[in-house]
């Protein structure tokens, strides 16, 4: 007899009475109820979850902006989630929040506090301080939905830190504008400053040109005080000799006569020279005091100008150890220019006593000058007046002597004067050189803030909006998947319809027999009986496979990729389940049975049907890589979500491993089943 009749034996045994069949159909139907029911309860709970009720409660006061605007984050939070429809929303107040949640009525609560809305905007005063969510469960509820409002929590927190992210980015981009626009004002004041150091510039050239030309001038009347003093010298050296021959004067006339001839042109040339100088120190005197009053007006304008100098640049946002650097070389400029000024008025000074003295002399010789005719017409009456002569002769010998040592103070302070001038022209020089350093330094300030205000960003409103924007929510995700499962319930199919097959095939060895007992007893050869008892449970569980694949994916509406390879792939597995457990019923018996039951237990917690099998602990995770649901599982999944194929090959090896390791066992089994010992007539357990 051949393994099909066998089996098909067995099968009209199995449907020999109207209770017997349909004992059949229930076992046909068990993986069928059990796989169906499963992945019909959970086919898509996340789709149901807006009818989980859910509590917000918001207690948010708001916040004022330095700018004036009004933050209001918690309302708009919680009118978020209710319009979001993510669950069955309640917004409520706190306290009815905690009573539902005490209650049942709602499975959690959402809690914004009094001060959401101040601790997110504490940010902007540089006192951050986290603003903080409450989440208040009751896994009395049900322990899923602590999880389901830990993810809500989640998605607050990073819509809230988008909205602030982009608020505080909308801040600092209008301050950028702000920053633009000062230092546009910087720009220009820098500008308006740089041309007023160039016009000092050109006033300190000028005041240097004048300074060379007073020191110059100054040296022309030191040299000419010098002549001065020389002739006075020689006044009065005559009229030392004039008072000496006034004793001879009588026997002299004749004499006296012809060399006076000339003294009445002679006096009146030293008048008009005298006059010259005069008027030439009157000249230098009014220039000393035209270069005393620029020198005052320049320092009156610097002092003026430093000011606003250092107004603008503070306006222009230099810090303070800049504004006291620009400060300490303009304490050098105001150093030099009082220095400066201090010599020119004592030059101006000096040159006012000199004009004086020049005035003086001037007059002394006007008046020698109106003298000499009187005295030349008075020679003829030399003899009558000689005496008055030598008395004349006494003064004009005493004046020259005052007008000798006058003229000596002329030639000093002249000399002096000259050397206030160099002075003047080295420290006008100096002067000259800090304004027009100072005027590049202007320049470099301004070009330099030019340069600045070009560098800092100037977005228009809609530029700062999408930036900010940009800023808050940086990341755009899109997410694509190589193969996808769709719903929770087509993700969990592969384990559940594994399973199913595994206690239908199970279930079958509660009324199949693992051998025929006719073919036991004949010379039958024991693999044929092995098949045979294998194979009228295989046709059990192929039925069980169809009604199954049909339920799921046509009932149920889970896609399947590859929806012929998957029948024949899960035609395959139940084959090889059945394999599994008709050898460990064939072998053991009653305890294979017991071991099938176990073994489903340990390959359910192994297999990696639901989470990871790296999360699995390392014992399991051995376990996982030889048990045949873990090969079963990888195969469904790529045939169902549309994965590579490849991988299957090497599922189906390992199955048919199982299924020939099965089917020796099995073969094993029936040759020794052909001998009865005690424990087979009476066994100690029967399932």
């Known amino acids: 007899m051949n393994p099909v009749r066998l089996a098909l034996a067995e099968l009209r045994r199995l449907t020999s009475s109207r209770l017997a069949r349909l004992g059949l159909i229930a076992l046909a139907i068990i993986p069928t109820l059990y796989g169906g029911l499963y992945l019909y309860a959970n086919h898509d709970p996340y789709a149901a979850l807006p009818q989980v009720p859910a509590a917000v409660a918001s207690d948010d006061t708001g916040a004022t902006l330095s700018t004036g605007e009004t933050l209001e984050v918690g309302d708009e939070v919680a009118d978020h989630l209710v319009e979001s429809g993510s669950f069955d929303w309640h917004k409520v107040s706190h306290a009815e929040a905690l009573q539902g949640v005490h209650d049942g009525r709602y499975s959690f609560a959402v809690l914004l506090p009094a001060t959401f809305s101040a601790d997110l905007a504490a940010t902007a005063d540089f006192t951050p301080r986290q603003a903080t969510v409450a989440l208040e469960t009751n896994d009395a509820n049900n322990y899923m939905t602590t999880i389901m409002g830990n993810t809500v929590i989640k998605q607050v927190s990073a819509s809230v830190a988008s909205q602030v992210s982009q608020t505080a980015a909308d801040r600092l981009l209008l301050g950028f504008n702000q920053v633009h626009d000062d230092l546009g004002k910087a720009v220009d004041g820098a500008g308006r ?322 051998f025929s007992t006719r073919a036991l007893a004949t010379s039958q050869r024991s693999l044929r009986t092995a098949l045979g008892g294998w194979l009228a449970p295989v046709a059990v569980g192929l039925a069980q496979t169809v009604a199954l694949y049909l339920v799921v994916s046509l009932a149920l509406g889970i896609r399947v990729a590859h929806p012929v390879l998957a029948l024949l792939f899960l035609g395959f597995v139940s084959m090889t389940f059945v394999a599994i457990l008709h050898a460990l019923a064939a072998r053991l018996g009653a305890v294979g049975k017991f071991i099938g039951l176990v073994f489903m237990v340990v390959q359910l917690v192994s297999a990696g049907g639901t989470f990871p099998w790296q999360t699995l602990p390392g014992p399991l995770q051995a376990i996982h890589h030889v048990v045949p649901m873990t090969y079963a599982i990888d195969g469904l999944r790529r045939l169902m979500y549309g994965a590579g194929l490849s991988p299957v090959v090497g599922d189906l090896g390992v199955l048919t491993a199982y299924l020939v390791g099965a089917l020796a066992v099995a073969t094993v089994a029936a040759r020794r089943s052909r001998v009865w010992t005690p424990a087979r007539i009476k066994p100690e357990l029967s399932l």
């Open 193 to 514: 400053l740089r041309d007023g150091i160039g016009t000092a510039e050109e006033g300190a050239a000028r005041a240097a040109a004048g300074a060379r030309s007073l020191a110059s001038g100054l040296h022309d009347l030191a040299s000419g005080a010098a002549r001065l003093h020389d002739g006075v010298a020689s006044a009065f050296s005559g009229a030392e000799r004039l008072h000496s021959g006034a004793t001879a004067l009588a026997s002299g006339l004749g004499t006296l006569e012809q060399r006076t001839a000339t003294l009445p042109a002679q006096t009146d040339r030293l008048a008009d020279g005298a006059a010259q100088v005069a008027g030439g120190n009157e000249k230098i005197a009014g220039l000393g005091r035209t270069v005393a009053g620029v020198s005052s007006d320049l320092k009156g304008d610097l002092r003026s100008q430093r000011e606003v100098l250092l107004d603008e640049l503070r306006s222009a946002g230099l810090d303070d150890a800049q504004i006291a650097l620009v400060e300490s070389r303009l304490d050098r400029v105001d150093g030099l220019v009082d220095t400066a000024d201090g010599r020119i008025q004592k030059a101006s000074d000096e040159l006012d006593h000199l004009s004086a003295g020049a005035d003086q002399v001037a007059t002394g010789a006007r008046a020698l000058a109106e003298a000499t005719p009187a005295l030349t017409d008075g020679i003829g009456e030399a003899a009558t007046g000689a005496r008055r002569l030598r008395d004349g002769s006494a003064t004009l010998e005493s004046g020259l002597g005052r007008l000798v040592a006058g003229s000596a103070q002329l030639e000093a302070g002249a000399t002096r004067a000259a050397s206030g001038g160099d002075s003047l022209a080295t420290g006008v020089a100096q002067l000259e050189d800090g304004v027009h350093r100072l005027a590049s330094g202007a320049g470099r300030l301004h070009s330099e803030l030019a340069r600045g205000r070009a560098a800092v960003p100037n977005p228009t409103d809609a530029q700062r909006t999408a930036t900010a924007r940009t800023i808050g929510d940086p990341v755009d995700v899109t997410s694509s998947s190589m193969a996808a499962a769709g719903t929770y319930g087509a993700g969990l199919a592969p384990l559940f319809l594994s399973l199913a097959l595994w206690i239908g095939a199970y279930t079958l060895f509660l009324l199949v027999r693992p």
